[in-house]
């Protein structure tokens, strides 16, 4: 383990990285909390790594944000290494080459007074020969540029952006003299990030652990640490703190996320309203999302498409307004996700869970569900059924949009008794177009005279293979002459 030395004479580091208070009249503020290098450090791929926290203090009312800043440090305490950032921010390193200065760009969606909101974890290699009592400051360039765009996206509103950054302190003990490795098998990972799945029976995740010397093999027996599990008890972030004693010192923190189960039993269906998505509940969410992409002329990305906070009710219907619209002849897939409800991660001290950015997709923690997929096939309507001898004629809307009709008949209106039904393909052309004149009425023969028989048809389509089939028709009847 690399000692952060006390021996050195203090470096003087003016460079104009102290800590900035924010302006009053500021609408945004970024904020790094500080605090003693040791309880900051992370390890990271076996290597010791200061992880800073940014957050942002202020409220989007608008539809998008956006935020250009830059961050300088020294290079001669710090190097930065990589970054984390949340999953509500879409976020990139535009500049990370002029030596101590980092440039950052990133965009959210409808954030709602997201006080102390996470935007990303930064992480830096320390310099081995800091003297105890050394400042670690971050400060924020001149330049920052914040902007919010209203529903128009012409209307675009600058904002003024600042800063409170508090500074890190070196302290003068060994930040670690061990590694920490949870053992095999005890929880998986997303890249680099170890997780766990929520078991409400269990009520409690404990994920076992290995301590070993810096070679990552030699184990270090028990008798010389202490160690205590925090935040594990419910979904969200849960932490392990290892603190060393006897011929070691120091203390590791180990973080792992705790998600809620996916949804299951996902059923999804046209209907006259839109696209009808069903799914199981799941224990202990406060809400779920929606998400859905979209297949056209070009392939759409997965959007947090809606919220779903009503957790006794989990079904969702896509189309409903203005705003969540679906059009025929589309093709869409969902996916449904539970999230917890909103609080405050006390080790962290970042708000977590919940409505925490609205509909732009940071409703840790949950899985997704399966994914589901279907073709958007409004319902057709029989307008007309004409008794004929031994047969009827049945008319309905026409339309291109879909393969072809679905007839059903039966001699009940239950459709129980004596139910057949058959289909009627459109013609195509070599581009798989459906070509005029679209068919609009059929007849349905070898009835047996003196018979009521009940009608009924919807449109189906025929996409990469699968048929997808749309809401059943209003109902008629006609006795056979």
Known sequence: MKKLLAMLLSLV???????????????????????????NMEKIEDENLLAVDLTLNGTVEDTLLTLTFDLTFDPAQVAFVEMEKD?????????????????????????EAPENAPVATLYFKVAEDLEAGTEIAFALLKGAVAETYADDPKVVTPHDIAADFAPFVVSDT???????????????????????????????????????????ETVIAPENYDFEYKENTMPGTGYLFVYFKGAYSGEAKLSFKIYLPATTNTTIENVADGIKLTWEPVEDAAGYVIYRRAWSTTTDGWTAFARWDNTTDTTYLDGHDDAHKTYAGTRYQYGVKAYFARRTDPVAGVEIGGNVNNDSGNYNLGEVGPLKTTVRITTRKLTSVTPGKKQVTIKWEATKNFTGIQVQYAENSAFTKNSKNYKIEFAVDENGNVVSPVVSQDVIKDLTSGKTYYVRIRSYIIYAGMNYYGEWSNVMNAKVK
């Open 13 to 39: 580091m003016v460079f104009a990285l102290v800590s900035v208070t924010a302006a009053d009249d500021a609408d945004f503020t970024l904020v790094i909390k500080g605090g003693d290098v040791n309880e």
């Open 87 to 111: 999953d509500a921010f879409n976020m990139a390193v535009v500049n990370d080459t002029e030596e101590g200065m980092l440039r950052f760009s990133f965009t959210t969606e409808g954030v």
């Open 174 to 216: 060994i930040l670690f003299n061990g590694v920490v490795k949870f053992n095999e098998g005890e929880v998986q990972y997303k890249g680099q990030t170890p997780y766990v799945i929520w078991d409400h029976a269990a009520g409690i995740h404990e994920p076992a652990f290995t301590v070993y010397e810096e070679d990552g």
